[in-house]
């Protein structure tokens, strides 16, 4: 058999060669180092079989930020965790161990419950295995045995997927852990040179509420301390940004177990929001959207006919109502703005026709899945549908993609493009899906913005541009989304009169830019810091009158900024003014005027956000705000 090096040259093997021994056949070096290997592109374990002809890759130690050599070792660590768990926590049932971005966790069934505090005993014994040094041995067996093996032992977790699994069963053991696992995995321990432990959570087995609890415990392995190290350092800085914990000392939001995922908005919160809302609804209508309000609680009927009844029910909270009646809270807005669109005939010269609503939503989410303002039930997308003929589609995916960089730029961030194809669930037929996912592919294109294809993560009804953002501390976030749909206008039997006096088929654009409203706002506290920018601060401009006589006057430039338009309060406690300012920093204000004796309308001491002070008449304030808001 032959494979072709990266460089293009020919490597003869005999039949049956593995990467590994690819890589003896390069240099004893490079199969010294090596720790995967890519046929074609395709990760695979070292000890198996390449495919004749194949081009070949292999990965080594000195692949130190290769996410697929990264997470080939986090695999490794992962079962290197496992073996520690099981030799300090007898009779503990082992589940699941996989890498995941920036580590990987394993979980476990505990005999006991185990807490923070028994992490670093287990890390311990992580470190000692790594000093000991584990090779990891590979071996296929039949599922039979699989299950008998792993039924002795005591493991039920193991022995369900053995009944689940697909294709060879596989075994790998380190030391005196043995793991069902398809693999990849480390030729050895030596590799991992950095190891942490990092927290403890609770998770369903397979993710079903319905199933065990288990204790999930999280880890990640570096290549090098260096990395591990920058790594914390990132982690540190993440639980400084934590928006739940901003939320509340910026008394914003807080959530309360009487309605889980759920967020109660405060005054200062709700000026975040209104200001997001304020935006949406200017920018609509300058680019020619309607607002619409449609129904929170729809039939059956409804849920059946849009295709959500059977694709989405497990996510929809259900009001039973009697026996044949049953109805739900909406999770998305599409099937009320088809009946919208459906309530009248529809002219050609009315297209396209574009729906905007903020409504409430809501999404029965896993208990266990919530996660601040990023993961909620309750859901406020800022929805659009555009109702448009196949010739208009598009030049409404290039406005929708102007109006997306316009919005992100107002924050400083700039998205990255996933294009999301056809799932296995799809309405429709083949074709259909051919078109619709070319012309997203088209408007990508015409817009040179570089994309990357998640094959199977399309809507049901229709592929999607999905919106990614990293933030300040190099996070990935998907955010908006634009869709094109041809199936549920379809179902819905949309369509419009044409010149030609006929009947045509109409295509909508499902398009949100914030995603929600609430997960928006969580991600960019995180990426201010909640030091928001001046247009979106909660509080804009905080006066403080030095002393009880000057409270009027500071009350009179407050009075006149409001009337101005902007948000302002006036800190008037007993405070000395040094302590007033401190907290006005924590606070992130980011204008603070300081009112006293000195100071008037014409000479007002100014202390802005990390430019110091400077004495400002009222007029130049005025002027030194509106500047650095009209972008916005």
């Not at 920058?230 to 309605?259: C, I, M, N, T, Y």
């Not at 501390?473 to 010149?499: E, K, N, V």
Request: net charge negative; charged share 30%; hydrophobic share 40%.
């Amino acid at each position: 058999m032959h494979v072709l090096l990266p460089d293009g040259t020919e490597l003869e093997l005999a039949d049956g060669a593995s990467g590994l021994d690819a890589a003896r056949a390069i240099g004893p070096k490079l199969a010294e180092q090596a720790v995967l290997v890519k046929a074609d592109g395709v990760a695979q374990d070292l000890r198996l079989p390449l495919p004749d002809g194949a081009k070949l890759q292999i990965l080594t130690t000195r692949d130190t930020q290769d996410p697929d050599a990264l997470a080939v070792l986090r695999h490794s660590a992962a079962h290197l965790l496992a073996e520690a768990v099981r030799r300090l926590h007898p009779g503990v049932k082992v589940a699941i161990g996989p890498p995941i971005d920036n580590g990987f966790y394993y979980d476990f069934d505990f005999p006991t419950p185990i807490n923070d505090a028994d992490l670093e005993a287990i890390e311990a014994e992580v470190q000692r295995e790594l000093a000991e040094g584990r090779a990891w041995e590979r071996e296929e067996i039949t599922a039979e045995q699989a299950r008998e093996r792993f039924a002795a032992e005591g493991e039920p977790y193991k022995v369900e997927l053995v009944e689940t699994a697909e294709g060879a069963i596989s075994l790998y053991t380190q030391g005196d852990f043995t793991d069902l696992c398809r693999g990849p995995h480390l030729q050895t321990s030596a590799p991992i040179k950095a190891f942490k432990l990092t927290s403890l959570a609770g998770a369903y087995w397979r993710g079903d509420s319905d199933n065990a609890q288990l204790t999930r415990i999280y880890g990640t392995a570096f290549f090098g301390q260096k990395d591990l190290d920058a790594h914390l350092e990132r982690l540190d800085q993440a639980r400084a940004r934590d928006h739940r914990r901003l939320g509340a000392e910026l008394d914003l939001f807080h959530f309360d177990e009487h309605s889980p995922g759920s967020p109660f908005w405060h005054p200062k919160g709700m000026a975040i929001f209104n200001a997001l809302e304020d935006l949406r609804r200017r920018e609509n209508a300058r680019r020619g959207y309607s607002e619409v309000k449609t129904p929170l609680i729809y039939d059956k009927a409804l849920w059946v006919t849009s295709g959500h009844w059977d694709k989405f029910r497990e996510n929809m909270f259900l009001i039973p109502i009697d026996d044949e009646h049953t109805y739900a809270i909406k999770p998305m807005n599409c099937p009320g703005h088809m009946l919208l669109f459906g309530s009248q005939l529809r002219s050609y010269r009315e297209l396209p026709l574009r729906f905007a609503e903020a409504a409430p939503l809501h999404r029965n989410e896993l208990a266990g899945a919530l996660h601040g303002l990023t993961r909620v039930r309750y859901v406020t997308q800022d929805d659009a549908h555009i109702f448009c003929s196949r010739e208009q589609i598009d030049s409404e995916l290039d406005q929708c993609l102007e109006y997306l960089r316009y919005l992100y730029g107002l924050f400083g961030i700039e998205p990255r493009a996933e294009l999301s194809t056809r799932p296995e669930n799809k309405l429709g037929a083949d074709e259909e899906w051919d078109f619709t996912e070319g012309k997203l592919i088209e408007a990508l294109d015409r817009h040179e913005i570089e994309y990357f294809v998640g094959a199977g993560e399309g809507s049901f009804y229709g592929p999607k541009i999905d919106l990614h953002i990293t933030d300040a501390l190099d996070r990935s976030w998907q955010l908006g989304t634009i869709q094109l749909d041809a199936q549920m206008p379809a179902r819905f039997g949309l369509t419009y009169m044409g010149s030609d006096n006929r009947e045509h088929p109409v295509f909508v654009v499902h398009r949100a830019f914030f995603g929600s409203l609430e997960r928006f706002i969580g991600i960019i506290i995180e990426h201010f810091g909640g030091a928001f920018p001046l247009w979106l601060a909660p509080v804009q401009v905080r006066l403080l009158a030095v002393s009880e006589q000057h409270r009027e006057g500071a009350h009179a430039i407050a009075d006149g900024l409001r009337d101005a338009g902007y948000r302002v309060d006036v800190d008037e406690r007993d405070e000395t003014l040094g302590k007033r300012i401190r907290d006005s920093e924590l606070e992130k204000i980011p204008v603070v005027v300081v009112f006293g004796e000195r100071e008037s309308e014409a000479a007002l001491a100014v202390r802005t956000r990390g430019e110091g002070q400077s004495i400002r008449s009222l007029d130049e304030l005025l002027g030194d705000l509106a500047a650095a808001t009209t972008s916005a």
